[in-house]
């Protein structure tokens, strides 16, 4: 099978046209919002729209399909409020994906300010299933994908650990793996960047998460150095981590089941295109 490489695609144009424009830009895979990501309501999917756009996935060979969650959903808030409009919003994210007939949907476990790490990942736990129960994944490839953050204060899945530890937890009630972002690993403070540093970050992923799960690498180039724990994504290569790690990652025969998604800016048109090219290029 060819590597797939993507990218995430603006879709204000309808999501109907992604995958004519993934095609045109040399990406095989894409992530898309499935409705605004800081808006509470979402519209409905127009089962037409979906079933065009799985037609043309088969035809021009184009995924998996990625769908990235809302950014106002925390699943583990200490707010009660907050928490079950989360679940509510989760549960309306992976009916859309559903529809769609995405893969995965990629989902940021949270922030637990105000309780426990522990508490947080207890509730994040509890939400997800609760937000997955009674919907009809069996029989369909859809996973939920818990992503690794940043590692600022409070934010659960910061560390492998922590990840591992939510996806063990959800194993009995959902289909779950795991998204692992470069730009989050290295601020973070794990090491992508040296030869000796990768192989230590890579045990410690076999140790965790496992190389199996981690079903998709958001791969973003760092504004922030190693440790910040700030999270500002840049164009491949021109960052903190430079082209080497993504070399890796790519030629990686561990990750050959993956794919690799950038969330690069889009400082100018033709940058989607350009970190694709990129990608593309440090593929041996
Ligand atoms: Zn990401
Ligand atoms: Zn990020």
Sequence with gaps: MTKRIGVHLGTTGGASNAVERAREIGANTFQFFSSSPRMWRAPKVDPAQAARMKAQRVALDVGPLVIHTSYLVNVCS???????????????????ALTWGAEYLVLHPGSWKGLTRDEGLRLAAESISRAIDGLAWQGTPFHILIENTAGAEFSLGGSFEQVAELVERLKPSAPVGVCLDTCHTHVAGYDLVTAEGYEETMRQIAATVTFEAVRVWHCNDAKAERGSKLDRHEHIGLGTMGVEPFRRLLNDPRFAHAAFIAETPVDEPGDEERNVRVLRSLVE
């Design 78 to 96: 200490q707010t009660e409020d907050v928490r079950m409009k989360s679940i509510d919003a989760f549960r309306g994210e992976i009916e859309r």
